[in-house]
């Protein structure tokens, strides 16, 4: 996989978008970020970019009509999607949802945090690991 594939960040709040693009620039990350704002349009990325698949996927949970569970269910059930990895990167600290990501094979599960410093180190951390990560051919 090449530096052209990008980190794919699938939130619907605005603010939040705003924020971790901040982050980047702060931490001078140069990755490619595609943005999808809903569920729906998350599935039709990854539908028009088949050769060109996100070295992540950082997955909001709290979504209108499509929210996140339902966005990972349908990664892991098509034959090319379920080599993404997904990080969920969420409000929701409820035990029963971050097992069933976990369950769907989440590569992880995050609680946004309050503090921009905290979000920022977040940033970092999943740029480190996964950003040098290769996808399964």
């Known amino acids: 996989m090449t530096m052209t594939n990008p980190i794919l960040l699938v939130e ?29 349009e998350a599935l039709a990325w990854l539908e028009n970019h088949p050769h060109n698949l996100p070295r992540v996927m950082l997955l909001d949970l709290n979504m209108p009509r499509m929210n996140g569970i339902e966005v990972l269910t349908a ?29 769907l094979s989440a590569a992880g599960y995050i609680v946004k945090p309050l503090e921009y410093s905290a979000f920022v180190q977040i940033v970092s951390v999943i740029c480190a690991y996964w950003c040098i990560n290769q996808l399964a051919e």
């Open 75 to 103: 990664m892991k059930n098509h034959p090319i999607w379920r080599r993404v990895p997904v990080v969920i990167l969420t409000t929701s600290s409820q035990e029963q949802e971050r097992q069933q990501c976990f369950d």
């Open 12 to 40: 619907d709040d605005h603010l939040d978008v705003m924020t971790f693009k901040r982050a980047m620039r702060e931490l001078q990350l140069e990755y490619p970020l595609a943005v999808a704002s809903t569920g729906e």
